[in-house]
Nanobody, 119 residues
Framework: QVQLVESGGGLVQPGGSLRLSCAASGFTLDNYATGWFRQAPGKEREGVSCISSSDGSTYYADFVKGRFTISRDVAKNAVYLQMNSLNSEDTGIYYC????????????WGRGTQVAVSS
């Protein structure tokens, strides 16, 4: 059964850090590009970052460049999102998804993990 499970969310103070995980089962994650998206309350889902399957190229939305880092662990069949210097605008539900190529339609999604940045 194909499944993506996000974890690592929580409540953090402004300026803090979190590391999100996206664990895959039922398929080899490294065969896909993996992206992270987020949805803030009352807003549409937006792309945050993506890592390609072919060469590991990484892509970031402008609003997270320099603060977030996407990476993958082939042995663990997982992709991570290290988030530093968090601010209140980073609050939302974070989802991971897989696609053949970053920027194209996504094939599978996880159910998300909640991130709340508040003092």
């Amino acid at each position: 059964q194909v499944q993506l499970v996000e974890s690592g969310g929580g409540l953090v103070q402004p300026g803090g850090s979190l590391r999100l995980s996206c664990a895959a089962s039922g398929f080899t994650l490294d065969n896909y590009a993996t992206g992270w998206f987020r949805q803030a309350p009352g807003k549409e889902r937006e792309g945050v970052s993506c890592i390609s399957s072919s060469d590991g190229s990484t892509y970031y939305a402008d609003f997270v460049k320099g603060r977030f880092t996407i990476s993958r662990d082939v042995a663990k069949n997982a992709v991570y999102l290290q988030m530093n210097s968090l601010n209140s605008e980073d609050t939302g539900i974070y989802y991971c998804g897989v696609t053949r190529v970053c920027g194209q339609e996504y094939d599978y999604w996880g159910r998300g993990t909640q991130v709340a940045v508040s003092s």
